[in-house]
């Protein structure tokens, strides 16, 4: 079949790449210049089945009822004239019960354990070049209290296969000796050393360009204006460009698929939640990070990209703003350089905001609304990376009619 995507982040790409596998054509249609230029361009890039802990938990809603009086919170809620916003937010609350908690994590562990050895397959395949580490995550706290809760909490991914190791300070700097300087500050952590990272625009980017050298194509500076619909099918996609048809079509848009899918009659329960990110240069510094670290008690990622640092942070109900100020970085920046004061040149480091695609419960979108050609994959979150090429897999497989590899129970709507 020739089947449209709409979208070129990573969960677009990832999926053309696995639709072509299947012998399909393929197009992407991107809005930007360039494919990966949003949220897969500056996320934290860490493959993380370790971090499959959906948000909506019993603890949220006091999170988010602090973050309207509170500064500096990690997440941030600020009242809008959005009525999407609440809607979105009472679907939200409805999840944060512990045993949807519970049921949510397992389900977000099952689709990132399993897209992990998609990409392993792909990686393998393709030979792509995109600052790959493979030596784990490190999640740390400040505390002995906070050290036992964060090991309490994980058994719940252990026993669902999940590989962890939980390290005192003396552990944690013999497996970073960047953190020697500030190791009196930490109490501990745990180690998941079948997490990755690496760059995920660099990956995209390169996933593309074999995309497109057997065949596809991609269609940047192109944005999507509507659908037109024929009876119970996608006839052609309209674009400022003129318009698109296929006989096949999937939604990968990010935090942009609800405002088109809505031209169609579908309903997505996906919302923008804003995250910044600072990629900083290390320059001649004689201490990076040689490992990803997250920081629970400041909710601080820092990812090591080659000659670069992804340092992330913040998850901010916004909408579709994106505009950010040096302020809004200064907590971020300055954790990092307190953990790791010889890692970079942080005086060079670049500002970037962007939108992760949020449903309530922390699940993304597969199979099809309504129409019978077109499919969802879309509201992956904050670990779009994670979940991307499982997802994509997923989605060929509904689209070809096979069975997915892995259960869908509770995945499929």
Known sequence: MRVIVLGGGVVGVTTAY????????VVILERRA??????????????????????????APMILLKSLVLKDQALRFKLSADPRLYSWSWLFLMECTAEK???????KHRLAAYSQSVLHEVVADEAIEYDRNDRGILYFYRSQQALDKGVE?????ESDGQLIKVLDRDAIVALD????????KIAGGIHCPTDETGDPAKFTRALAAKVVARGGEIRTGTTITGIETSGDDVARVLTDKGSVKGDAYVLALGSYSPLVASTVGISLPIYPIKGYSLTIPIGNRPAPPTIAAIDEHNLVAVSRFGDRLRVTATAEFAGYDTSHKPADFAFMKGVTEELYPEGADYDRAEM????????????????????SNLYLNTGHGHIGWTMSHGSARITADLIAGRKPAISMDGLLN
Do not use: C, Y
């Open 352 to 371: 970037w905001a962007g939108l992760r695609p949020m449903t309530p419960n922390n699940l993304p979108e597969f199979g099809r609304r309504r129409l």
């Open 153 to 157: 909490h994980m058994k719940l991914l």
């Open 101 to 107: 908690a519970r049921r949510n994590t397992l389900l």
């Open 177 to 184: 000796p960047a953190l020697a300087s500030t190791k009196e």
């Open 18 to 25: 696995q639709l072509q596998k299947d012998g399909h054509e």
């Open 34 to 59: 360039e494919v990966a230029a949003e949220t897969s361009w500056g996320n934290a890039g860490m493959i993380a089945p370790g971090h499959s802990f959906v948000w909506s938990s019993p603890k």
